[in-house]
């Protein structure tokens, strides 16, 4: 990709999930039923996240789903490019980025209010604690123990979220386009046909 498409694909991810992030935090605040906003304003943080990580994948790969991505035969032979296995490649990394920030949605907040409760501090010093809106986050907490139980998260959450799909990926070559599921595909022995092909998935 040039430097203007990555440029573009990257405004256009951020600008969406910043657009998605403050449309629902408004709704949140201005139309939603009173007794599930303070659930609904929790996820409002991960819904931007999991859309930016999401709408990034796809737009930074575009070319992969508009073009294909090579695959090759279990020999490592490469036997065309496919657009089906460019969708299932994006869509896996993507799955990968929401997972990557499931955690932060939950367990910040869990150990928080535990650190709280035994470290009476955390609520005391208010120079050094968040000041996030009300809404958006009911308790002042320590901005330094905040933001370490938050990386901490995403840290601990990331090489489960790379594992959850192999990094070379792998298809039926009865799933793919026509182009190739349709013609003989043979291994190097010119016998043997070609039932699986693998691809790299990406991070």
């Known amino acids: 990709m040039s ?9 256009a991810a951020v ?3 910043c657009t998605i992030a403050l449309g629902m935090a408004h709704w949140v605040s201005t139309k939603s039923p009173l007794a599930y906003r303070p659930l609904l304003s929790r996820a409002v943080p991960f819904v931007a ?4 990580g999401t709408l990034n994948a796809f737009l930074m ?7 294909g991505i090579d695959v090759r035969d279990e020999e490592g032979t490469l036997v065309g490019r496919s657009t089906v296995a460019g969708w299932t490649a994006v869509g896996q990394m993507a799955t990968s980025r929401i997972v990557t920030a499931l955690p932060a949605l939950f367990v910040p907040s869990l150990i928080m209010s535990y650190l709280e409760k035994r470290i009476p501090a955390l609520k005391q010093r208010p120079l050094l604690s968040m000041g996030t809106p009300r809404l958006l986050h009911r308790h002042t907490h320590c901005l330094g123990a ?3 139980v938050i990386s901490g998260s995403l840290i601990l959450a990331l090489p489960f979220a790379v594992a959850l799909f192999p990094s070379t ?3 039926s070559v009865n799933r793919l386009e026509a182009s190739l599921s349709e013609r003989p595909l043979y291994l190097k022995d010119g016998r043997t046909p070609v039932q699986t092909v693998y691809f790299n998935r990406g991070l």
């Open 3 to 11: 430097l203007p498409e990555i440029g573009g694909a990257y405004t």
């Open 15 to 17: 600008a969406s999930s």
């Open 49 to 52: 996240v999991a859309a930016a």
């Open 61 to 67: 790969r575009r070319k992969e789903l508009t073009h």
């Open 146 to 148: 905040n933001l370490a």
């Open 169 to 171: 990926a792998s298809l």
